[in-house]
């Protein structure tokens, strides 16, 4: 159902859903597994919702909580509308070249240790943008903060590269292409997993 106006939001925050939730014109569906902000509770890497069913999905700091990442990036692949665009933000660390992935560690110390926090499942690294054009997305690497001043960048409390490993908070605006190959090859991960 391709309605105009429509926006997944995965996992929201408390000052996006108030003022998404106040748009008249759009379609607005909230979704997570445990939040009692979301109107639904839902399965990142099982979607209850039919294909190109959304404009647009926001899904921020969630993948690097799902065991099966890649299912997920596909799911929310199928879900968005050829032409629509997600933003998939999710901590990434730029000094490794590879995402960090060991099965082995699972205690919340030891995730803490190696992942950064207590149910990370995953440390990602400058391959995050790779991951999702694996799903079939085309994606942008935003470095929204070299657009603002400095005294915009500490008014607004945003962090800059040199404040922690993760750097500047980079933004993932990844595409759906209009052509139908790449969402053929999503729909075979899907069908896979």
């Known amino acids: ?27 607005y569906v ?4 445990d939040s009692p902000l979301a109107s639904q509770r839902l ?10 069913s959304f404009r647009f999905v926001m899904c921020n700091h969630v993948l690097e909580h799902v065991a099966d990442d890649r299912r997920a990036m596909a ?7 050829p032409g629509g665009f997600a933003i998939l933000m999710c901590p990434v660390d730029h000094e490794r070249a ?18 950064g926090q207590s149910d990370h499942v995953r440390l ?21 903060l070299d657009s603002l001043e400095p005294r915009s960048i500490r ?12 750097g500047d908070e980079h933004i993932y605006v990844a595409t759906k292409p209009d ?11 899907a069908r896979a997993s």
Request: aromatic fraction near 10%; hydrophobic fraction near 35%.
């Open 179 to 189: 052509s139908g190959v790449a969402g053929e090859f999503s729909e075979g991960l």
């Open 43 to 52: 399965d990142v890497t099982s979607l209850p919702f039919e294909a190109e």
């Open 1 to 27: 159902m391709r309605t105009p106006g429509s926006l997944l939001h995965i996992a929201p925050e408390y000052p996006f859903l108030r003022r998404l939730s106040e748009q008249r014109t759009l379609r």
């Open 98 to 115: 590879t995402t960090l992935e060991d099965p082995a560690v699972v205690s919340p110390h030891d995730r803490h240790r190696v992942f």
């Open 75 to 81: 799911e929310l692949y199928r879900v968005l509308e």
């Open 155 to 166: 008014r607004l409390g945003l962090r800059r590269e040199s404040d922690d490993v993760f």
């Open 30 to 33: 909230t979704g997570d597994l």
């Open 124 to 144: 990602y690294g400058r391959d995050y943008c790779d991951r999702l054009a694996e799903a079939g997305f085309a994606v942008r690497d935003e470095r929204y």
